[in-house]
């Protein structure tokens, strides 16, 4: 009986790849037609550089009933398959600026200028992933309800995309024997729920909002690599909100460091890391505690090196 029903789900996921890949090639022959009477396209290819699908002009937001601005004349743009890390203390806009490229914008906030420009799908995967799943529904049930809805497929398809997702994303098997609600599965299971949530909606554009911050350092590195390794097979261009300089540093080509609203410097990621022009950039670089040196180097001199920089350097959260 098993053996039946996993052939049939192998089966219709068939079917529902054969019907993308129809699809897809119809959007690529689109693309194509559309860039040939583009002048920008055309300059961008002529550039080695991506045409931009999302560029964001001048962005600023402020509090609705003070004017107080929150984000002022933030401007960046992303082609197909780049990567940008929005860097920077709690409170310096990042979040805010992924939500105005959604149009999720939190009660109290509203945009008082610029332009966000897309030219094609934008999904987030956000901070909390439990807070961002529906409690009473079972996981795959919501992912095979976004698939239905964003890919247009039938239910049987439409479940059949969601457990391929879901095993993608190295969730266990037996979820396509018996379902689970978001409570009987870990913080990392339910962060590659969202993940996959995001990825149903087929995105060009993945808005990524702190998405290792809760979770502790060995799953940290496990959504990073699967990231990284989703990007590099679907070629969506990816925006990586995050404290961790280092994390920012592995998933992202670019970096841009904001604070009190503002990008103060933007740059090759290495570039930014290792010859930081700004002095708030080269605060939080100072900021990142180095790891102790070995006991058994240099003895007494390396603990007071370790005491040193302790002293002299400080987390930001």
Not at 62 to 75: F, H, I, Q, Y
Not at 79 to 103: D, H, I, N, P, Y
Not at 219 to 235: F, K
């Amino acid at each position: 009986m098993n053996k039946r029903r996993t052939d049939f789900w192998k089966k219709e996921h068939e079917r529902g790849q054969e019907a993308d890949e129809r699809k897809r090639g119809e959007r690529v022959g689109e693309y194509r037609g559309a860039a040939a009477g583009d002048p920008a396209g055309r300059q961008a290819a002529d550039s080695g550089r991506a045409a931009p699908i999302l560029e964001v002009d001048n962005l600023s937001l402020e509090a609705a009933d003070s004017g107080a601005p929150l984000v002022d004349g933030v401007r960046f743009s992303l082609g197909r398959g780049e990567s940008l890390g929005l860097v920077g203390e709690s409170g310096s806009g990042k979040s805010l600026t992924l939500r105005a490229v959604l149009g999720l914008l939190p009660p109290g906030v509203r945009r008082a200028g610029g332009e966000i420009r897309q030219s094609g799908r934008a999904a987030m995967v956000f901070q909390d992933p439990r807070s961002a799943l529906d409690p009473l529904c079972p996981v795959v049930k919501q992912v095979a309800e976004v698939v239905r809805y964003r890919q247009k497929k039938n239910r049987k398809a439409a479940r059949a995309e969601a457990l391929h997702l879901l095993d993608q994303l190295g969730l266990p098997d037996s979820l396509g024997q018996e379902d689970r609600y978001p409570h009987q599965l870990s913080g990392g299971q339910c962060q590659r729920i969202v993940i996959a949530l995001a990825l149903a909606c087929r995105p060009d554009v993945l808005l990524c909002d702190e998405p290792t911050t809760a979770l502790d350092v060995t799953v940290q590195r496990q959504i990073v690599d699967l990231l990284s390794r989703l990007q590099a097979e679907l070629g969506f261009a990816l925006v990586f909100v995050t404290h961790n300089l280092a994390v920012a540093a592995e998933m992202c080509s670019r970096i841009a460091v904001m604070q009190r609203g503002r990008i103060v410097e933007e740059g090759p990621a290495e570039d930014v890391l290792t010859r930081p022009r700004n002095p708030y950039t080269q605060m939080l670089v100072d900021a990142v505690l180095p790891l102790p040196a070995s006991a058994g180097e240099s003895g007494g001199a390396s603990s007071d090196r370790e005491k040193e920089a302790r002293d002299e350097h400080q987390f930001i959260d």
